[in-house]
Every structure is written in C-alpha cells, then in structure tokens.
C-alpha cells in the first residue's frame, strides 16, 4: 500500500501544477480584457478615428508585451511610415464642381460634392466634422480667391495625420456657401438662420468663426446689418479671411456646414429660429417688451401702431405726400390708430428693431427694408407695393417678402402691382431687358384703392387685439435663453 502511494504522488503534483497554471492563465485574460476595456473608453469617438484609436491601443500593449528598449523599433519606423503616407495621400478637391454647375440647389451641389448631407426631421441639411459620416475626418480647406471658387479646394484629413503646413483652427466654425449673398438682408438671413436651428438643438454651440462662401469664391465680411443680427446672436462675429500664412491649408478641429439655406427646415423649426432672433436682436438693443401689444387708450380701446417705412431712389413712391395722407386719414377714422412715418435709410440697426418691434401694421415698397419684419410680434401685418412690370416679369423673386412673413410669424396682406408706368419698356415684353427697365421704378398710387385696402387691414387688426386682450399669453420655453 506505502509503494502504490508513493508511485501516485508525482502524478498528482503534476495535475496540481497545471491546474493553478490554468488558473494564472485565466486570470491574465480577464485582467488583459479589463485593461482593454478602460483603455478604449478612453477615447473620445469624434476626437479620434476607430482606426486610430485600435492602432494607438495595440501599439502599446504590443511594447509592454515585448518589453521594447528606449531605441526606435522596427515598428516604431513602420508607424510613421504610415502616419506621412497617409499625410502625402490627402486629396484635395474643387470647392465648386463644375459638373453641377447648372443643378447646384437640386439633389446634389456644386459646394463638397463628393459628400452627402445628413438630414434630420425638421431641421436644414448640414455637414458636420469630425462625426462618424466623415470616419473621424477634420475638414481642411485650401485657398482664397475672390473670383473662381474651381481654385479653392476641401479635404479630410485623419487629426494625426494632417497636411504639411497645416494652420489649425481651435474651437467650432460655421462653414457657409449661398447661392446668393451675405449684404442682402433678405438672402443674408437665410443664409444664417441654419446655423441658429443647428445651435438651438445642440446645447446653443456658439462659433469660434464664420467661413463664408458664395459658389465657393470666398467672402471675407458680411453685410453690416447681418452681422449685427449674428453679433446679437452669438456675441463677437469673426468672419476667417485665410490671411494667417500661406495658401493653407486650414484644418478645424470642429465645423458644420450648410450650403443649402433654409433647405428642408420645416415651418415649426423656422418659426422658433425667426422667434429666437427676435429676441436676441431686441435685447441686444436694449428694448424691454414687457406691456407690449397691450396697450389701451383712455377707453380701455387697444391701440393699433401702424408704420410707412419709407425708400428714397429706386422703388421709392412717386408721390409720397399723397399716400402718407390716404393712410393718415384710414387711421384717424379708426380712433386707437397711431402713425408713424420712416425713412429707411435714416436708421441704424437698433433703431429698426425698435421701430418694428412697436409696430402693428408696415406698409412699404417691395425692397430689402421689409426684412426687418421679422422684428415685429407674430401675427403682425404686412403690406407691399412694387412698381410696373414686376406682376408681369419678375418671376417668384417678388414672392421673397410673402416668404419672410410665413418664416417669421407674420400676415402677409397682400401686394399692390402699379399697372403705369413713367415709360414704357421698349423692349419685347419677353426680352429680359424689359424686367430691368421696369424693375428700379417709381410706384405710383391709387386712392380708392389704398383707402379700402388700408381700411380693410385696420379692421382685421383691431379685432384681432380685442380677441387678445381677453387671453393670457403663455411663456414659451427654448433651447436657448433668451
């Protein structure tokens, strides 16, 4: 029985010895899948790209394993091999494709056309870097001209592998590329409003700097009026000129970019952007609200504040004095009426926002003047007047005003089409040139008319605040203090 034993002993030391070296192992792995663990969820997913973030986990997991000297390694060479073949393999493209030169505002754009949009319900189409679309990519952007934008150029670049000579740009840019301009009033706030949509859903981002293009030619400022709405917005407006080296390129640690306007923003989104900057452009002047639409005359009558804004030159009236005094008289027979008289372009930015903002009813001449509507409460009253051949030849551009009031809240009432002229065009009603010669005029009057019409609006406005005065007004909550 002693001999059995002692010939079994070495066998069960044996199994012993694989079992806690099964343990040890086990062990290891486990501790190995932890450590990997908190090492990759480390890592930002947009500051890095996946690949990035695996190569940079297995390079030093692999030193440790091989307990590497302080000497560069084979693999340490290979590694930066990669890192400039990837640098040198950065490919930069035509900021304008000229493939899409005659189609830029449907389906695809002149504007990155290689890439595609992101679409959400409800809000403008936009690119945004670095994101999982872009694979981790920043935008880099190459160039200056005023003139061509076939000799400005875009790229993405992985954030560890950027171009030679790349100046990099902190901190989020809005990137934009408008079909039109950013001096109109009109085509310069839609051009921005997107990017305040994009802002309310996304903590209120402010931007570091503004990229602006139109057909990819650079622009290096916006319209003063636009950039006092942004200034209201977003605080100080850095428009990025490219002037900081050489011809770049420029890469930003962060952009969005919109290049289709409003795009397919629905109705409710527009209205909250349009209610948004109402109040940021009335605070940022200085204008306390509080009471306002609710006042009374001594009767307890609510008031109605109805306003000419007026133009000088090209779409002026021909005759101011005669249309001031049909609208004077229309507000004298109403009683709660109070009219004020405005030349345009005598006023300052905040003195059109505090104009507009004490104003039920605006009767202008169709001009970029009546963009400042969007500073009135909503439900407030539009009135338009255009001279001849407009109706006839100005196509749905003389629609833009019946738009912003839609955009911001407002009751488009309607357009007078002067059926006369001071001369006739004489061109063929088809030509092109025809539109051109009517399209500066002078708009006359018509008495009757301007009278029923004036009087027709006043009505309506009148019993509309009486429906008002009886309800309270709920507070509205936004993404966005305000």
Same mark, same amino acid.
């Given at each position: ?100 030169? @005659?189609?830029?505002? !449907?389906?695809?754009? +002149? ?6 949009? %992101? *679409?959400? #319900?409800?809000?403008? /189409? ?90 990819? @030619?650079?622009?290096? !400022?916006?319209?003063? +009026? ?6 209201? %917005? *977003?605080? #100080?407006?850095?428009? /990025? ?106 006023? %300052? ?134």
């Amino acid at each position: 029985m002693e001999v059995e034993t002692g010939r079994n002993a070495p066998t069960k030391r044996k199994s012993s010895f694989y079992s806690i070296k099964l343990i040890i192992c086990v062990f290891v792995l486990f501790l190995f899948v932890i450590l990997f663990q908190a090492e990759t969820s480390s890592f930002d997913s947009y500051s890095l790209s996946p690949t990035a973030s695996s190569w940079a986990f297995f390079k030093k997991w692999k030193g440790l394993a091989l307990k590497a000297n302080h000497g560069p390694s084979h693999s340490d060479i290979t590694d930066s091999t990669i890192i400039s073949k990837l640098r040198e393999s950065v490919t930069f493209l035509p900021l304008k494709d000229l493939r899409f030169s @005659e189609t830029a505002m !449907s389906g695809n754009t +002149w504007f990155m056309s290689s890439l595609n949009d %992101t *679409y959400e #319900e409800n809000e403008a /189409e936009y690119l945004y870097f670095p994101s999982k679309a872009s694979k981790g990519r920043l935008l880099c952007i190459k160039g200056r001209d005023v003139r061509d934008g076939t000799k400005n150029s875009y790229a993405l670049a992985w954030p560890e592998s950027l171009p030679d000579k790349t100046l990099f740009m902190k901190g989020l840019t809005f990137v934009s590329d408008s079909y039109y301009d950013y001096v109109n009033l009109w085509h310069g706030v839609c051009a921005m409003a997107p990017f305040v949509g994009w802002s309310t859903k996304n903590e209120c981002l402010r931007p570091t700097r503004w990229v602006l293009y139109h057909w990819g @030619e650079l622009r290096n !400022s916006m319209g003063k +009026w636009l950039q006092n709405l942004m200034q209201a %917005t *977003y605080g #100080e407006v850095l428009v /990025e000129g490219f002037d900081k080296g050489d011809v770049g390129p420029y890469c930003f640690e962060k952009a969005i970019v919109m290049r289709h306007n409003l795009g397919n923003m629905g109705k409710e989104k527009k209205l909250e952007v349009f209610d948004l900057l109402r109040c940021k452009a009335r605070g940022f002047c200085g204008i306390n609200q509080a009471g306002r639409g609710r006042e009374v005359n001594e009767r307890g009558e609510p008031i109605i504040r109805l306003t000419l804004l007026m133009r000088r030159g090209s779409r002026s009236f021909r005759n101011a004095s005669a249309v001031t005094d049909i609208f004077a008289r229309e507000c004298a027979r109403v009683g709660v009426c109070l009219l004020q008289v405005i030349q345009s372009e005598d006023l %300052t930015f905040c003195d059109q926002v505090k104009v507009m903002s004490n104003t039920d009813i605006v009767a202008s001449p169709h001009g970029a003047q009546l963009t400042n509507m969007l500073f009135m409460d909503r439900n407030s009253s539009i009135m338009e007047f255009f001279p001849k051949g407009w109706l006839e030849l100005a196509g749905l551009g003389q629609y833009a005003h019946h738009w912003m009031a839609d955009l911001s809240g407002m009751k488009h009432q309607g357009a007078w089409w002067d059926p006369n002229g001071e001369k006739e065009c004489p061109f063929p009603k088809e030509d092109p040139e025809c539109f051109t010669f009517y399209k500066d005029g002078k708009i006359g009057h018509n008495v009757t008319f301007f009278a029923e019409w004036a009087r027709r609006v006043l009505k309506q406005v009148r019993i509309s605040k009486l429906e008002q005065a009886n309800k309270s007004i709920p507070l509205k909550s936004s993404a966005c203090i305000c």
